[in-house]
Protein backbone atom coordinates (compact mmCIF):
# COMPACT_ATOMS: atom_id res chain seq x y z
CA UNK A 1 0.00 0.00 0.00
CA UNK A 2 1.22 3.53 -1.04
CA UNK A 3 -0.03 6.66 0.59
CA UNK A 4 0.69 10.29 -1.13
CA UNK A 5 0.87 13.42 0.41
CA UNK A 6 1.17 16.58 -2.46
CA UNK A 7 2.30 20.22 -1.39
CA UNK A 8 2.69 23.22 -3.32
CA UNK A 9 0.37 25.05 -6.25
CA UNK A 10 -1.41 28.02 -6.28
CA UNK A 11 -1.87 31.34 -7.88
CA UNK A 12 0.69 32.12 -10.76
CA UNK A 13 1.20 34.26 -13.42
CA UNK A 14 1.14 32.91 -16.95
CA UNK A 15 5.14 32.59 -17.68
CA UNK A 16 6.06 32.16 -14.35
CA UNK A 17 6.86 28.63 -12.44
CA UNK A 18 6.18 26.23 -9.72
CA UNK A 19 7.03 23.21 -8.48
CA UNK A 20 4.46 20.65 -6.70
CA UNK A 21 5.88 17.88 -4.47
CA UNK A 22 4.72 14.36 -3.73
CA UNK A 23 5.61 12.42 -0.44
CA UNK A 24 5.03 8.45 -1.55
CA UNK A 25 5.24 6.58 1.96
CA UNK A 26 4.59 3.05 2.42
CA UNK A 27 6.81 -0.11 2.45
CA UNK A 28 6.47 -1.05 -1.00
CA UNK A 29 6.89 2.24 -2.55
CA UNK A 30 10.11 1.06 -4.75
CA UNK A 31 7.35 -1.33 -6.65
CA UNK A 32 5.52 1.46 -7.84
CA UNK A 33 5.32 3.88 -10.73
CA UNK A 34 4.73 7.76 -9.73
CA UNK A 35 3.06 10.15 -11.84
CA UNK A 36 0.85 13.56 -12.22
CA UNK A 37 -2.51 13.95 -13.36
CA UNK A 38 -4.53 16.88 -14.01
CA UNK A 39 -7.98 17.47 -14.38
CA UNK A 40 -9.25 21.25 -15.76
CA UNK A 41 -12.89 22.63 -15.00
CA UNK A 42 -14.92 20.86 -17.28
CA UNK A 43 -12.43 18.10 -18.84
CA UNK A 44 -11.87 14.89 -18.35
CA UNK A 45 -7.95 14.01 -15.91
CA UNK A 46 -5.64 13.89 -18.02
CA UNK A 47 -2.10 12.27 -17.24
CA UNK A 48 0.49 14.92 -17.02
CA UNK A 49 3.76 13.12 -16.64
CA UNK A 50 5.30 9.64 -15.09
CA UNK A 51 8.50 8.71 -13.54
CA UNK A 52 9.49 5.06 -14.10
CA UNK A 53 12.79 4.94 -12.94
CA UNK A 54 15.80 7.52 -12.89
CA UNK A 55 16.38 7.13 -17.42
CA UNK A 56 12.57 6.62 -17.95
CA UNK A 57 9.61 9.49 -17.58
CA UNK A 58 6.57 10.24 -19.37
CA UNK A 59 5.90 13.50 -20.42
CA UNK A 60 2.63 14.63 -22.18
CA UNK A 61 3.13 16.77 -25.41
CA UNK A 62 1.46 19.57 -24.16
CA UNK A 63 3.93 20.38 -21.46
CA UNK A 64 6.89 18.63 -23.15
CA UNK A 65 9.64 21.08 -23.09
CA UNK A 66 7.87 23.25 -19.92
CA UNK A 67 7.07 20.43 -17.46
CA UNK A 68 9.77 18.13 -15.75
CA UNK A 69 9.48 15.05 -13.01
CA UNK A 70 11.83 13.89 -10.96
CA UNK A 71 12.18 11.33 -7.81
CA UNK A 72 14.38 11.91 -5.28
CA UNK A 73 15.51 9.09 -2.82
CA UNK A 74 13.23 9.63 -0.47
CA UNK A 75 10.46 8.50 -2.89
CA UNK A 76 9.27 12.33 -3.43
CA UNK A 77 8.06 13.20 -6.79
CA UNK A 78 8.40 16.68 -8.41
CA UNK A 79 6.72 18.22 -10.83
CA UNK A 80 8.49 21.29 -12.27
CA UNK A 81 6.23 23.38 -13.81
CA UNK A 82 7.37 26.43 -15.91
CA UNK A 83 6.44 28.80 -18.90
CA UNK A 84 3.09 27.99 -17.08
CA UNK A 85 0.07 29.11 -19.62
CA UNK A 86 -3.63 29.66 -18.78
CA UNK A 87 -4.45 26.46 -19.71
CA UNK A 88 -1.96 24.48 -17.45
CA UNK A 89 -5.05 25.82 -15.15
CA UNK A 90 -6.49 22.51 -13.42
CA UNK A 91 -6.33 20.09 -10.08
CA UNK A 92 -3.00 18.46 -10.16
CA UNK A 93 -2.93 15.36 -8.60
CA UNK A 94 0.00 12.85 -7.88
CA UNK A 95 -0.49 8.78 -8.51
CA UNK A 96 0.94 5.78 -8.56
CA UNK A 97 0.49 2.15 -9.77
CA UNK A 98 1.88 -0.43 -9.16
CA UNK A 99 4.82 -1.85 -11.26
CA UNK A 100 3.79 -3.31 -14.73
CA UNK A 101 -0.09 -2.60 -14.11
CA UNK A 102 -1.72 -0.74 -16.55
CA UNK A 103 -4.20 1.02 -13.79
CA UNK A 104 -3.21 3.96 -11.32
CA UNK A 105 -5.25 3.09 -8.38
CA UNK A 106 -3.47 5.23 -5.68
CA UNK A 107 -4.09 8.79 -5.78
CA UNK A 108 -3.44 11.71 -3.73
CA UNK A 109 -6.14 14.75 -2.66
CA UNK A 110 -5.11 17.16 -5.27
CA UNK A 111 -3.29 20.31 -5.21
CA UNK A 112 -5.09 23.81 -7.49
CA UNK A 113 -2.93 25.29 -9.78
CA UNK A 114 -4.05 28.15 -11.43
CA UNK A 115 -2.45 30.37 -14.04
CA UNK A 116 -3.76 33.97 -14.44
CA UNK A 117 -3.36 35.72 -17.94
Known sequence: QVRLQESGGGLVQAGGSTRLSCAASGRTVSNFVLGWFRQAPGKEREIVAAIYNAHATYITDAVKGRFTISRDVS????????????????????????????????????????VSS
Not at 84 to 113: H, M
Open 75 to 114: NTVYLQMNSLKPEDTAIYYCAAKFRGSETWNTWGQGTQVT
